[in-house]
Nanobody, 125 residues
Framework: QVQLVESGGGLVQAGGSLRLSCAASGRSFSIVAMGWFRRAPGKEREFVAAITWSGGNIYYADSVKGRFTISRDNAKNTVYLQMNSLKPDDTAVYYC??????????????????WGQGTQVTVSS
């Protein structure tokens, strides 16, 4: 199986920045895409950003466009999420996910094969 290890979460004031990292280990020699999802208190999981592994195509949720940047290091099987201009509404548990198969679902869909443990991001006002 594949293990996803996340880091970089924490507490930050509004307007601040954080960078999340997620490294895949195990049989992670084949990756179609990696993405970030989040779940805020009392809300359902929502898509944040995704990047395809071969072409580097990037997708963002409208709520984070212009503030968040997703990037990857193919050799390290690692995806990053640079979060700038953070708002209290960004407070959530952030989950890294990897897609190892080609599906008809869009990359914004939660159909991913493996998920990280989640890392808490708290933005205070």
């Amino acid at each position: 199986q594949v293990q996803l290890v996340e880091s970089g979460g924490g507490l930050v004031q509004a307007g601040g920045s954080l960078r999340l990292s997620c490294a895949a280990s195990g049989r992670s020699f084949s990756i179609v895409a990696m993405g970030w999802f989040r779940r805020a208190p009392g809300k359902e999981r929502e898509f944040v950003a995704a990047i395809t592994w071969s072409g580097g195509n990037i997708y963002y949720a409208d709520s984070v466009k212009g503030r968040f940047t997703i990037s990857r290091d193919n050799a390290k099987n690692t995806v990053y999420l640079q979060m700038n201009s953070l708002k209290p509404d960004d407070t959530a548990v952030y989950y890294c996910a990897t897609r190892k198969q080609y599906y008809s679902d869009s990359y914004q869909s939660p159909r991913y094969d493996y998920w990280g443990q989640g890392t808490q991001v708290t933005v205070s006002s």
